[in-house]
């Protein structure tokens, strides 16, 4: 099975920063990577799928990339509405499987 | 618009069996592979199963494994997840999400609001 690990597990930011998030995949997962948006009490949201596609309707300011193992999620510049937790995942392979989510938060 | 409308959670005790439906509107859904996925409370996303657009192939957890089915009634335009032997461990919102295209690619576009179960004596 494929373990996916992010970091960091938390992170303070204010509006305006650009904020990076990591994701490790346990063995190469090529492209087959998505980044999940949730908001506190709400179902996920689709914003990057295959590591670096922009979901339909998901602001220019997110971004995705990486390929093999390693894979980062770029906010050029936050915004009020983007703190939230973030969860990759890889599709890959059965079984599915999520990273532990980064909870961002306003510093 | 495409929705998909989770139902009934519950209060069960350990050991015991519950049945989740997935109203699904707004789109084809004889022709989309389906998942489930759960969130204990405070915690991750947890992938439980999926299924083909035609019920042809299921996946499992190997925490559900053996305890839990996936199934779907294209004629009524739902998804289903039988759950027994539950367990405390299971205790947590159940979300039903949709394929993004007819093509299986095992990611996730459009979310339900998610049913609460809750495994507990």
């Known amino acids: 099975d494929i373990q996916m690990t992010q970091s960091p597990s938390s992170l303070s930011a204010s509006v305006g920063d650009r904020v990076t998030i990591t994701c490790r995949a346990s063995?190469?997962?090529?492209?087959?990577l998505n980044w999940y948006q949730q908001k506190p009490g709400k179902a996920p949201k689709l914003l990057i799928y295959a590591a670096s596609s922009l979901q339909s309707g998901v602001p220019s300011r997110f971004s995705g990339s990486g390929s093999g193992t390693d894979f980062t999620l770029t906010i050029s510049s936050l915004q009020p509405e983007d703190f939230a937790t973030y969860y990759c995942?890889?599709?890959?392979?059965?079984?599915?499987?999520f990273g532990q989510g980064t909870k961002l938060e306003i510093k | 618009q495409v929705q998909l409308v989770e139902s009934g959670g519950g209060v069960v005790q350990p050991g015991g069996s519950l049945r989740l439906s997935c109203a699904a509107s707004?789109?084809?859904?004889?022709?989309?592979?389906m998942h489930w996925v759960r969130q204990a409370p405070g915690k991750g996303l947890e992938w439980v199963a999926f299924?083909?657009?035609?019920?042809?192939?299921?996946y499992y957890a190997d925490s559900v494994k053996g305890r839990f089915t996936i199934s779907r009634d294209n004629s009524k335009n739902t998804l289903y997840l039988q759950m027994n032997s539950l367990r405390a461990e299971d205790t947590a919102v159940y979300y039903c999400a949709k394929e993004p295209t007819t093509v299986t690619s095992l990611s996730l576009d459009v979310w339900g609001k998610g049913t609460t179960v809750t495994v507990s004596s």
């Open positions: 063995q190469s997962i090529s492209s087959y």
């Open positions: 707004g789109f084809t859904f004889s022709s989309y592979g």
């Open positions: 299924i083909r657009y035609d019920g042809s192939n299921k």
């Open positions: 995942q890889q599709s890959y392979s059965t079984p599915v499987s």
